[in-house]
């Protein structure tokens, strides 16, 4: 099993990134996905999720500027990322959960990608 995440980067705030996870080595359309993100001197946290018929959870912060979205047919993950602030920050990690659909708790996950860097500065 992997996932591997891309299209992380150095952006301006009020700038914009797409990060993908592509998955292998499972049936991606039996698992429920979540992004997850950790900053440095932080515990990870949850940042968006997606059930495995398409519905969405959004951390509150994120809600209107993240949009977390899937392409089964190419095994892979989205999170479109618009106005970014400073505070955004972080080491951002995919990570697909059998049966605990958008759940926030990183022990239920059973799988997780190494990570993509998105910093946010002027």
């Known amino acids: 099993v992997r996932l591997v995440e891309s299209g992380g980067g150095l952006v301006q705030p009020g700038g914009s990134l797409r990060l993908s996870c592509a998955a292998s080595?499972?049936?991606?359309?039996?698992?429920?996905m979540g992004w997850f993100r950790q900053a440095p001197g932080k515990e990870r946290e949850g940042v968006a999720l997606?059930?495995?018929?398409?519905?969405?959870v959004y951390k509150d912060s994120v809600k209107g500027r993240f949009t977390i979205s899937k392409d089964n047919a190419k095994n892979t993950l989205y999170l479109q990322m618009n106005s970014l602030k400073p505070e955004d920050t972080a080491m951002y990690y995919c990570?697909?959960?059998?049966?605990?659909?958008?759940?926030?708790?990183?022990?239920?996950?059973?799988?997780w990608g190494q990570g993509t860097q998105v910093t946010v500065s002027s």
């Open positions: 990570a697909a959960t059998r049966y605990w659909c958008l759940s926030w708790h990183e022990d239920r996950y059973n799988y």
């Open positions: 997606i059930g495995s018929y398409g519905s969405t």
């Open positions: 080595g499972y049936t991606y359309s039996n698992y429920c």
